[in-house]
């Protein structure tokens, strides 16, 4: 058994930008296999809201394998650390049979956390915490976050989410750890993101949303909470479920709603842009395909594989800078 490490190749970008499209594409003519790296699309039932698009993995060509899809129930505790134990025994299964391993995904934190190998010291949820954490909204619990640790209440992502507010609290306990622990190593990466201008990703994002408001997404949300699960946990599975949650207990009108939401993930697709270009500023080489062309995407993989020195990345994201009406 040799000590090389095996190629695999990441598909990364904001959301709404066709990263599956692109690597199923790369899949299908690279035979490969698909892990998916999105922090919802693990959970059963979660379909319209995650963007799970089950029919991209079989159109245009034979099916495409694909993993961590529809393998958590959504009363499940599905955490990064899982992830990266699940992710990580998928790749090297793919590797091991003699197939392309793509990670493919906008889970910006997922991604970096294979990519980069990191150390996971998190605790495990702790019960007796969130039974006395549970009468306090987002603003006590980021009152007490500020008295354990500014520093993990300044890295909250989202510091009017309950969810994450807690999860932090139980984190804020555990002490430092090293931040990489060398995992990332098993594998040689291949890093493509999919490029369009600001202007287009928000445009894209406001008719994909339009188009899951349309396919049932408000239906979908309802007959979650309708098979036992409760709005705090909706809440947990990100703004679609969230801001839809609201809508359906009557605190924001349907058009308030879709406006809001819309305006949140343009947001998140800002935020996902922050993270890749901090990847890029500690090293990453992220080779952005405008527009997701496959040919261009195909091109640059065909030559890693090959062992063919790549070019620098022609277009670095933390190279780009925006005015503040563009933010």
């Known amino acids: 058994m040799t000590n090389k490490a095996a190629k695999a190749v990441a598909v990364l970008g904001p959301t709404a930008t066709g990263k599956t499209a692109l690597g199923v594409a790369l899949a299908r003519a690279l035979d490969g296999e698909v892990v998916s790296a999105d922090s919802r699309q693990v959970y059963r039932g979660l379909d319209i809201g995650s963007g ?43 590797a091991a049979r003699g197939k392309l391993p793509l990670l493919v995904g906008g889970s910006a934190l ?57 999860r932090a609290l139980e984190n804020a306990a555990v002490p430092p750890a090293p931040a990489l622990d060398g995992s990332g ?37 309802q007959a979650l909470h309708d098979a036992g699960l409760s709005w705090e946990r909706l809440d947990s599975f990100g703004l679609e479920y969230r801001h839809v949650s609201l809508h359906l207990r009557g605190e924001l ?45 195909l091109a640059l993989a065909a030559d890693f594989l090959a062992g063919r020195t790549l070019p620098r990345p022609e277009l670095r994201l933390a190279d780009i800078h925006y005015g503040p009406k563009s933010s």
């Open 52 to 94: 799970k698009d089950l029919t991209e993995y079989a159109a245009g060509g034979p099916p495409v394998r694909h993993h961590l899809v529809d393998v958590a129930a959504p009363e499940e505790v599905y955490d990064l650390a899982r992830f990266k134990a699940d992710a990580t025994a998928a790749l090297a299964d793919i």
């Open 185 to 221: 190593r098993n594998f040689e990466w291949l890093a493509l993101g999919v490029y369009f201008p600001r202007a287009e990703v928000h445009r894209r994002i406001e008719a994909r949303l339009d188009a899951r408001l349309a396919a049932g997404l408000l239906e979908e949300v």
């Open 253 to 297: 009108g349907l058009a308030a709603m879709r406006d809001k939401l819309l305006a949140k993930i343009r947001r998140l697709a800002r935020s996902q842009d922050i993270w890749f270009r901090k990847m890029e500023r500690e090293g990453r080489d992220i080779h952005w395909v405008e527009r997701g062309d496959p040919a261009r995407a």
């Open 110 to 166: 997922y991604l970096d956390c294979l990519l980069s190998g990191y150390a996971l010291p998190g605790r495990a949820p702790d019960p007796e915490l969130r039974a006395r954490l549970r009468g306090l909204d987002a603003a006590g619990l980021a009152a007490e976050l500020a008295a354990a640790s500014p520093d993990a209440l300044a890295s909250v992502q989202e510091p009017g989410c309950r969810p994450r507010l807690i």
